[in-house]
């Protein structure tokens, strides 16, 4: 079954922002095809020696994000998050970075936290257990359960 999505228009970005935000997408789409393990070795070591990401940074990285990818502006939530945390820590901050699971209905959801909320999120994610953290400064993550493949 398929659910229509509506996208609104994002605004344009000025030619000189494009570089770095489609560098970000591009390898938030790489690392988003790993597996789960291998995501959070890379983003525990981006992550390091970064200070956490304000709200109002984090929006601007994920409004830049979702401007220059229209699958980050849809469904691609692993891809966006990931390019949101990395565009973040290119200018030197990074937001707690979640991927979570409900299980009834199941539904996996990934995101990025900054100053303790969900940064524009469209759909509630306090009902999701959250099943991977990086927070700032790349400690290690006591709840990630990935398996070993």
Do not use: K, N
């Not at 597996?35 to 990401?53: E, K, N, Q, V």
């Not at 409004?63 to 949101?84: D, N």
């Not at 199941?106 to 940064?119: L, Q, S, T």
């Amino acid at each position: 079954m398929s659910v229509a999505v509506s996208v609104d228009r994002p605004p344009r970005l000025p030619v000189r922002r494009r570089p770095l935000a489609l560098l970000a997408v591009a390898a938030g789409h790489v690392i988003g095809r790993l597996p789960p393990r291998r995501i959070h070795s890379i983003l525990t070591i981006c992550a390091r020696g970064a200070r956490p990401a304000g709200y109002a940074e984090a929006r601007r990285a994920r409004a830049t994000v979702v401007a220059v990818s229209v699958r980050c502006a849809g469904e691609g939530c692993l891809p966006r998050s990931i390019a949101t945390a990395l565009l973040c820590r290119a200018r030197g901050s990074w937001p707690t970075w979640y991927a979570g699971a409900q299980t009834m209905p199941f539904r996996a959801h990934a995101w990025v936290e900054a100053e303790g909320r969900p940064v524009d999120e469209p759909l509630s994610t306090t009902h999701l257990q959250p099943l991977v953290t990086i927070p700032p400064g790349g400690r290690p993550s006591p709840s990630c359960r990935t398996q070993s493949p």
